[in-house]
């Protein structure tokens, strides 16, 4: 799938956020321009005008078009005829909604991060805005391009867990043990409630794995319990630490747990399906494997890039180099940004009223084509929405 013979022209690019010192911003970037399907031109990456114009420029942009803030970006692209057609939105979570309407409505595709609001019904406006205008609106689910997470996905459609039981998912670093955020602007903005949201490491880190349990299992949660907990007390009311019981539709139970205070831990991203028959497990750290454990059998580790993985699945067999070498979070972020460009590929053909032939799928392919889009983003919310309510009100169970 990943063809760098392609002819396709680059989809005119800019970016808001994301500037000097930002972790986030560089894996948007260095995500975008993998496979030359997108081309930075023009963005507003600094609440300082002039910093982020020096930043631009370092970039290799011109300074006129490093703007000062997202609205003089979208109206002044919006004049040029060759203006931007898509924009990545890497600030803080309070700006999200609004800087994601204002792009949908000056005719933009959008790429945001997560959580892409601080209320579904927020999320809700900006899908409808995206469909009425024929726009693709992408969430980032960064860690969602790792081969081995679709292989999962794979065998459980597959049957070869049998009926899913159970979903255990964790993301758990111990990176904020202490009040890191007295030195610290990324996580000071992120345990501050009116920039952040109701909350903070749910919103953090348990999207990120609460999407992955989603995806692999296809299972809908029909209620859920959360405990919310503030271990560095001056966070509260955010939480640093949480646990969340989960009842699917079908009878599947499930946990979550997302936490900044692990002390000692790196990242602790895992997740482990239980079947009938089976047990699959995938944690981050060694992402290029796949744990798989038949009852009564050994335990088989299933490795990206190897011929008896799901035949003909595209997003399995997405590999930059063969396997036996390390692919990691870079290759997801630009696993799950090409998925993008076709798709934005294709929603330009259909609004110009041109084929899709050029980018080597069928209409068929195209509509099937996975990424996480806003509908993916909404259920992230719904999460947060639902553990606020659940915490707030004694630790009960609430519909979801």
């Not at 000097?20 to 600094?46: M, N, T, W, Y």
Request: glycine fraction near 10%; proline fraction near 3%; aromatic fraction near 10%.
């Amino acid at each position: 799938m990943f063809n760098e013979e392609h002819n396709l022209a680059p989809l005119r690019w800019a970016m808001v956020g994301g500037g000097r010192g930002s972790e986030i911003g560089h894996a948007h970037r260095a995500a975008a321009h993998r496979d030359g399907l997108f081309r930075l031109v023009a963005g507003a990456f600094d609440l300082d005008a002039e910093r982020g114009r020096e930043f631009g420029t370092n970039l290799g942009l011109d300074p006129e078009r490093c703007y000062p803030d997202y609205a003089s970006l979208f109206e002044a692209e919006a004049t040029r005829d060759d203006g931007i057609q898509a924009v990545s939105i890497a600030t803080p979570n309070s700006t999200h909604h609004a800087i994601s309407l204002a792009a949908l409505k000056a005719g933009l595709h959008v790429i945001c991060e997560k959580p892409v609001t601080f209320t579904v019904a927020e999320a809700e406006e900006l899908k409808a805005e995206a469909q009425a205008r024929g726009l693709v609106f992408g969430v980032m689910y960064g860690y969602s391009g790792y081969q081995m997470l679709h292989q999962a996905r794979a065998m459980v459609q597959s049957g070869e867990l049998g009926q899913v039981r159970m979903v255990n998912m964790q993301f758990a670093h111990g990176f904020h043990s202490q009040p890191v955020e007295q030195v610290s602007s990324g996580a000071k903005w992120r345990t501050s409630p009116a920039v952040s949201g109701p909350t903070y490491v749910l919103g953090d880190l348990g999207t990120h794995i609460f999407y992955a349990g989603q995806f692999i299992t296809g299972l809908k949660v029909e209620r859920l319990m959360c405990h919310r907990q503030s271990f560095v007390a001056s966070r509260a009311p955010l939480e640093d630490n949480a646990q969340v019981l989960l009842q699917y539709q079908n009878g599947a139970v499930g946990s979550l747990w997302a936490s900044a205070v692990n002390a000692g831990s790196m990242h602790q991203q895992k997740i482990r399906v239980v079947g009938e028959k089976a047990s699959i497990e995938w944690w981050d750290e060694y992402p290029n494997q796949l744990r798989y454990e038949v009852q009564g059998e050994p335990v088989r580790i299933l490795e990206r890039g190897m011929g008896y993985l799901a035949e003909g699945d595209n997003a399995v067999n997405s590999n930059r180099i063969g396997g036996g070498h390390a692919e990691g979070f870079f290759e997801s972020w630009a696993n799950v940004y090409h998925r993008y460009a076709l798709a934005m590929q294709g929603a330009e053909a259909r609004r110009n009223g041109t084929g899709t032939q050029h980018l080597g799928l069928s209409e068929q392919e195209l509509e099937s084509l996975w990424f996480p889009n806003i509908d993916a983003g909404i259920e992230g919310v719904r999460l947060l929405e639902c553990c606020v309510e659940s915490s707030d009100n004694e630790n009960r169970w609430v519909a979801f």
